[in-house]
């Protein structure tokens, strides 16, 4: 190293943001990554990071970003090694115990929302709820007053994560209940509800299809659902009318392979519509069972 390198003050020297964020867009080949991942070691973000350009970062930051770079460039989902992702207008808390939130979840907030954005009162439970993504997103969603939200999960350690969200949303919270539980075992006795919403486990044990990524690094336990991918369903369908108002919605997703038999299981339970509908990709990943 030439004396003049190593002359402190030396401005080529100097790591100031917009350099790390080069860098790193160059290892990682995209800039976009890579300044999630500078965002998240210098805990900056929108204008602030802009302002921050030129600024130097610390020895603390280059330490968070190139253990978040190897992390990443080992193969685990970036979304794991940021910590964080993005879920509707949320910007949810996530790790290894949860599932990392996806866009066709999204389109379940949204059918939701369609069915109790006209109540006057709407009561609702998400099962399963991991993150909390989907119930969290309709506390955020829906007005405070007339809205009662319920988040559920038999995971533990899940539902730590579910309950950081639901601090990290603040005030909208006030209106969510968490409570530890298996499927209906965590609802109150008696307590009927607008809408139950769940996103369950339901991949067939073994899939082929299953992404290599999603079966190294996502929890086993909020993805696979016996031979068939369909056993939670076998449980969640045929409990929910006693939990559901007369009116009341039961709103799944599923597996694109899935609607027929999800379908045939909400009319033998009593459901009088039942409407299996696509995600943006044409593929069939929800459905609605109305009493
Ligand atoms: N959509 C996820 C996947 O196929 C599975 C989620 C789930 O089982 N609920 O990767």
């Given at each position: ?81 940021l910590g964080r992702w993005g879920f509707r207008r949320l910007d949810l808390a996530v790790d290894r115990r949860v599932l990392i939130p996806r866009p066709e979840t999204e389109l379940v907030v949204e059918s939701v929302l369609d069915l109790v954005r006209d109540l006057p009162h709407r009561r ?168």
């Open positions: 190293m030439s004396a003049d390198a190593d002359d402190a003050g030396d401005a080529a020297d100097v790591l100031t943001l917009r350099r790390l964020w080069q860098q790193t867009a160059d290892v990682l080949g995209s800039r976009h990554e890579a300044r999630w991942i500078c965002e998240v070691a210098t805990a900056l973000d929108g204008d602030e990071f802009e302002a921050a350009l030129d600024q130097p970062v610390t020895e603390r930051m280059v330490q968070h970003h190139d253990a978040m770079v190897a992390r990443y460039r080992s193969g685990e989902p970036l979304q794991y090694v609702i439970a998400d099962l399963g709820t991991g993150s909390g993504a989907i119930g969290l997103a309709l506390a955020d969603e829906l007005p405070l007053d007339g809205t009662e939200i319920w988040l559920s999960d038999a995971d533990g350690d899940a539902l730590d994560v579910a309950r950081a969200n639901l601090a990290g949303i603040g005030r909208a919270a006030r209106n969510v209940r968490v409570n530890q539980g298996d499927w209906f075992e965590a609802l109150p006795d008696g307590d009927r509800f607008d809408v139950i919403v769940s996103n369950p486990p339901y991949v067939a044990d073994g899939s082929e299809l299953l992404d290599a990524s999603v079966r190294e690094w996502e929890p086993a336990v909020a993805l696979f659902a016996g031979a068939d991918g369909l056993d939670d369903y076998r449980r969640i369908v045929p409990g929910a009318s006693e939990h559901l108002t007369t009116t009341g919605s039961l709103v799944l997703e599923i597996g694109t392979d899935q609607g027929a038999a999800v379908r045939s299981m909400c009319l033998a339970a009593g459901f009088r519509t039942v409407d299996v509908r696509p995600d943006l990709a044409g593929h069939d990943r929800l459905v609605i069972a109305t009493r």
